[in-house]
């Protein structure tokens, strides 16, 4: 899909009116937006957009059947993305395309943080256990960066994604596991420079075969 379709049809059906404010919604920088005038916008843009607004995704990438989808109204639809959340060891998929969309009440989001923020993931490994189980999704607000309470983050660290309790003191970060199995990391010096937090971990589902 060529930019400038991309974008007219996006100022049309919103209040973006400047590229700026689309790369802000889309959470890129200047350079994101000039790949995608070149080569053209990745497909996981449309999904934002239609997430965040209410649009029809369709309409977004082809201009054709309804703006908006019906059956939206008081309800917004988070990004589940590929990027998975380790809760135990090993290499993992860090990848953030957005793969689906998860129907939530908005007024229910919204008591827990700003909608737009979150995202889907889905977790692997025991070491949340029972907590959070392999292949559980968590809810996760990518807003909230500062370590409170005992809630479970997801966390960047050199090997990928992972998802734990934090703990923080002078010069040194904890991190815990839920699973007794686990022993807690301790992060020291540029071990704690380099971790990321992603966000905080909201709500998790949890499904039964």
Same mark, same amino acid.
């Given at each position: ?60 990438? &082809? +201009?054709?059947? %309804? ?5 939206? #109204? =008081? ?6 993305? @590929? !990027? ?63 370590? &409170? +309470?005992?809630? %479970? ?5 050199? #090997? =990928? ?6 703990? @923080? !003191? ?40």
């Amino acid at each position: 899909m060529q930019f400038e379709d991309f974008f007219q049809r996006v100022a049309r059906a919103t209040e973006i009116n400047t590229q700026r404010q689309l790369a802000d919604i889309l959470g890129v920088g200047a350079t994101a937006i000039t790949l995608a005038k070149k080569r053209g916008v990745p497909a996981s843009w449309s999904l934002k957009i239609a997430s965040v607004f209410g649009i029809n995704p369709n309409w977004i990438q &082809t +201009g054709k059947g %309804p703006v908006y989808q019906a059956g939206r #109204e =008081g309800t917004f639809f988070v990004p589940r993305v @590929s !990027a998975r959340a380790c809760a135990g060891g090993g290499s993992l998929d860090v990848r953030d395309n957005i793969v689906d969309e998860i129907p939530f009440a908005t007024d229910w989001l919204r008591k827990k943080g700003h909608p737009e923020n979150l995202v889907l993931m889905e977790v692997m490994g025991d070491s949340m256990s029972p907590e959070l189980e392999e292949g559980d999704n968590i809810l996760v607000d990518l807003g909230q960066k500062k370590i &409170t +309470g005992r809630s %479970p983050f997801v966390l960047g660290l050199e #090997e =990928g994604l992972q998802v734990k309790r934090v703990e @923080s !003191a002078p010069g040194i970060v904890i991190l815990l596991s839920t699973n007794p199995r686990y022993s807690s990391i301790t992060l020291h010096g540029d071990e704690v420079d380099s971790l990321r937090i992603v966000g905080r971990v909201l709500w998790s589902s949890r499904e039964y075969s």
